[in-house]
């Protein structure tokens, strides 16, 4: 293995092993790089990266307290059906069912990216007599205009998967962004390490970080692993490029403007998630490159997961919705019944808001886990996805990882 990179501090990480042909990472036979190449061995790398023992997350699974029992409405607003899957495949029904369960009766619309929609939503839910809001914004800006709106008609806020920064909600559940950002650097880092690349070239796909803090989370996480490593030169960030909004439309034109700005070389792209992952890796195709690059994604949704059982794709970052759910589903429940969530069992932590000092925020912040080929069992076992939907198509594919 080379010595270009060393593994950043991540709580409870392992010595990294790959397994497969080549420097033990790999799969992709073909692994020509006449048609672009990088800053290191390129015939080396592949995007098939296979970690024994992938980087683990250094947040630590909270206490997710009992759920208990409560009447009343509880509203839930979705952001939209193109930044990614998980709102439609995981959120809305996991939420639906937790809520309904403890007694209570939930309201779960989709914005579809509206932020007047999202508004309107909010207007009527607090209308109808909803007591918890749980809100999963569009954009700061709209999701704390809607705060202040409940917050005057005294219904408690729960800011779900993205804060809110600058508004009033007193709590916020998702999972630990940053670290997130950090599993996709050092994946990324330990996969070109395995292929034995040398000073590699790295373009880095950023989220919506003009609409989403968690977007500026997974990017402050990749570059805290990422830019000691510049420094060093053993490695080369050669282009950045932000996906706007979100918008998977935008994802192709910016990456082949970055690629292009990078004179075709790349080894490494850091995707911020796997619908940006996909369209880079439908330009990586046209260059002849497909399977030849490292790239990173984010959800353990089908099209991500498949990408990385035929070998196009390196990894994912599984956030099991279920916990997230079923903590802001908990949290919900106490808030309606009347209960401090400290006696309903639920630990929170202090968060910060740097845009309003004032804000005082409580968080329920929840771990991450790598996906590579070596694990993807584990997102079929914790029930996000079965078997049958991430193979179809590529059973033969699927197979041969003993996928099941």
């Known amino acids: 293995m080379s010595s270009f990179m060393r593994r950043a501090a991540l709580t409870g990480a392992a010595v990294t092993?790959?397994?497969?042909?080549?420097?033990?990472?790999?799969?992709?036979?073909?692994?020509?790089?006449g048609n672009g190449g990088g800053g290191g061995d390129a015939a080396a790398i592949t995007g098939a990266c296979k970690l024994d023992n992938p980087p683990v997350s250094g947040a630590e699974k909270p206490a997710e307290g009992t759920a208990g029992k409560a009447t009343g409405k509880v509203g839930v607003i979705l952001p939209d059906t193109?930044?990614?899957?998980?709102?439609?495949?995981?959120d809305a029904p996991l939420l639906t069912k937790a809520l309904s369960d403890a007694?209570?009766?939930p309201d779960v619309q989709n914005a579809q990216g509206d932020i007047n929609k999202f508004t309107s939503l909010a207007q009527n839910m607090i209308g109808a007599g909803s007591k918890v809001l749980i809100i999963d914004s569009i954009d700061a800006a709209s999701g704390a205009g809607v705060e202040k709106q409940a917050d005057a008609a005294g219904v408690k806020v729960i800011d779900y998967?993205?804060?809110?920064?600058?508004?009033?909600?007193?709590?916020?559940?998702?999972f630990d962004n940053e670290d997130v950002g950090k599993l996709q650097a050092q994946t990324l880092v330990d996969c070109l390490d395995a292929s034995g690349a040398e000073n590699p070239n790295i373009i880095m796909m950023n989220g919506g970080t003009d609409v989403d803090n968690n977007a500026v989370l997974f990017m402050k996480?990749?570059?805290?692993?990422?830019?000691?490593?510049?420094?060093?030169?053993?490695?080369?960030?050669?282009q950045e490029a932000t996906v706007k909004g979100w918008k998977v439309e935008n994802a192709a034109p910016a990456f082949q403007q970055a690629f292009t700005a990078a004179g075709g070389s790349?080894?490494?792209?850091?995707?911020?998630?796997?619908?940006?992952?996909?369209?880079?890796?439908g330009v990586l195709k046209t260059n002849g490159l497909d399977g030849q690059v490292v790239v990173t994604g984010q959800?353990?949704?089908?099209?991500?997961?498949?990408?990385?059982i035929t070998g196009t794709q390196s990894m994912t970052v599984f956030k099991d919705v279920k916990l997230e759910a079923n903590a802001a589903a908990a949290l919900a429940i106490a808030l309606a019944g009347g209960t401090d969530p400290a006696d309903a069992g639920l630990?929170?932590?202090?968060?910060?808001?740097?845009e309003s000092p004032s804000h005082q925020l409580e968080a329920l912040l929840l771990p991450a886990q790598v996906i590579t080929q070596a694990n993807i069992q584990d997102v079929i076992d914790a029930g996000a996805l079965s078997a049958d939907e991430i193979c179809q198509g590529i059973e033969d594919d699927c197979s041969k990882l003993g996928i099941s």
Do not use: M, W
């Open 266 to 281: 790349v080894d490494g792209v850091l995707a911020a998630n796997d619908d940006i992952a996909n369209a880079v890796i």
């Open 347 to 354: 630990t929170l932590a202090p968060f910060e808001d740097p």
């Open 103 to 105: 007694g209570l009766t």
């Open 82 to 90: 193109t930044s990614s899957t998980r709102y439609t495949t995981y």
């Open 221 to 238: 996480g990749a570059h805290s692993v990422l830019d000691p490593l510049a420094d060093e030169g053993k490695l080369t960030i050669t």
């Open 17 to 33: 092993l790959c397994v497969g042909p080549l420097a033990a990472c790999g799969s992709d036979d073909n692994n020509d790089s």
């Open 299 to 308: 959800d353990a949704g089908v099209q991500g997961l498949q990408n990385i």
């Open 161 to 174: 998967d993205r804060v809110n920064l600058g508004g009033t909600a007193p709590y916020y559940v998702s």
